[in-house]
Nanobody, 129 residues
Framework: QLQASGGGLVQPGGSLRLSCAAS????????IGWFRQAPGKEREGVSC????????YYADSVKGRFTISSDNAKNTVYLQMNSLKPEDTAVYYC????????????????????????WGQGTLVTVSS
């Protein structure tokens, strides 16, 4: 299971750190992705990490503002989000996938939802003044 947390209401320019804690699976054997879905929009991949290779992926819309990291001892992946914008408002989901997901991350190609087998419940991020 994956448990996403850390969402909330923040003003534009503010920061939040999302956490994705895993139980029953070891995250360093998986590619871990953060996806988000805004109202009326499709779910999109935001950032992904393969802990084994150290490879990371960021969508162009978040490059330079978001940082993904992992703590294998805590079996948790984090998404540090800085300089938040109203367009970052969405429900954020973390997900875990094996080989196809890892291949996407290593190639730094946009993640495909179908490559992820396990999904957390989502945490809402609202950026508004």
């Amino acid at each position: 299971q994956l448990q996403a947390s850390g969402g909330g209401l923040v003003q534009p320019g503010g920061s939040l750190r999302l956490s994705c804690a895993a139980s029953g699976l070891t995250l360093d054997y998986y590619g871990i992705g953060w996806f988000r879905q805004a109202p009326g929009k499709e779910r999109e991949g935001v950032s992904c990490i393969d802990s084994s290779s150290g490879s990371k992926y960021y969508a162009d819309s978040v490059k330079g503002r978001f940082t993904i990291s992992s703590d294998n001892a805590k079996n948790t992946v984090y998404l540090q989000m800085n300089s938040l914008k109203p367009e970052d408002t969405a429900v954020y989901y973390c997900a875990a996938g094996r080989y196809a997901a890892i291949a996407d991350i290593v190639r730094k190609t946009p993640p495909s939802r179908v490559h992820y087998d396990y999904w957390g419940q989502g945490t809402l991020v609202t950026v508004s003044s």
